[in-house]
């Protein structure tokens, strides 16, 4: 059960400018809430079937310093991109799996999507739509070229999209916790086709309430417009626990070292 506000936020990084965006996202919204930042890069490394005994000890220390290396270049990564107070871990995994698995320890993922397919397709089949899929926790997905937008923007004007169930108030609660953080406000009417969001054009954020491990994503009843949605989107999973800290973000949290999310 995740909780909200979130104290936990898991970045997958894939050393791309999307994921860089969402490094930039996810900092800034835990320093502003005090959360623990948890980066993770996962990547398989195949192993050749012919490789004799001697050859694969020769790999093992070489994976060993390559493992080594990445976690350097992960760290680095994280603090160009803004982050100051994290934890980081290497997973020689698929990284679908990997990271759905991590998602169970948090309480937030926020992950980047290129977008090289244009607006129309710009997360279907990605890694990110198998996340959604997937996570038990609600994942924030934001764009490569968002980056010219400041972070705390994202949550200045959420819109939810309707309908959702009638007693599902998790995307609410959560979109209003988040927007809060930044003194921003959850818009009063939800989005009930594509020419709602082009009327209000103050629209920051997507939230959308799905269940996507009981079905397809795209059969959602707003997926004829989210295909064609440019702007970032919170798929908020049904369940949600209180968290024990305050429900207000508008406070200092003050500063700790995470200890990461397990």
């Not at 924030?140 to 009638?166: C, K, Q, T």
């Amino acid at each position: 059960m995740w909780n909200c506000p979130p104290s936990r936020i898991l970045v997958p990084v894939d050393f791309g400018e999307a994921s860089g965006r969402a490094v930039a996202v996810a900092a800034a919204l835990a320093a502003r809430i005090g959360a623990r930042l948890h980066l993770l890069h996962a990547e398989v490394f195949e192993v050749p079937a012919y490789f004799t005994h001697d050859q694969l000890k020769t790999l093992e220390r070489e994976r060993t310093i390559a493992r080594g290396r990445a976690q350097e270049f992960l760290q680095d990564f994280a603090r160009r991109h803004g982050a100051s107070r994290f934890t980081s871990e290497i997973d020689e995994g698929l990284p679908t799996a990997a990271i759905v698995e991590a998602a169970g320890h948090a309480d937030l993922v926020v992950m980047g999507t290129h977008g090289r397919r244009g607006p129309a397709r710009w997360w279907i089949g990605s890694v990110a739509e198998r996340v959604i899929h997937g996570s038990p926790t609600p994942v924030l997905v934001v764009r490569a070229d968002s980056a010219g937008v400041p972070a705390e923007a994202i949550f200045a004007h959420p819109m939810l999209v309707s309908p959702a169930p009638a007693d599902d108030d998790a995307p609410t609660r959560v979109a209003a916790g988040l927007a809060s953080a930044f003194g921003g406000e959850v818009a009063a009417a939800a989005i009930t086709c594509q020419a709602d969001l082009v009327r209000d054009r103050q629209a920051t954020l997507i939230v959308v309430s799905h269940e996507g491990r009981h079905g397809a994503l795209l059969a959602h009843p707003a997926e004829h417009w989210l295909r064609s949605c440019s702007l970032p989107m919170l798929f908020v999973p049904g369940s949600v626990s209180k968290s024990a800290r305050t429900e207000s973000l508008n406070q200092d949290p003050g500063h700790h070292v995470p200890e990461g999310l397990k």
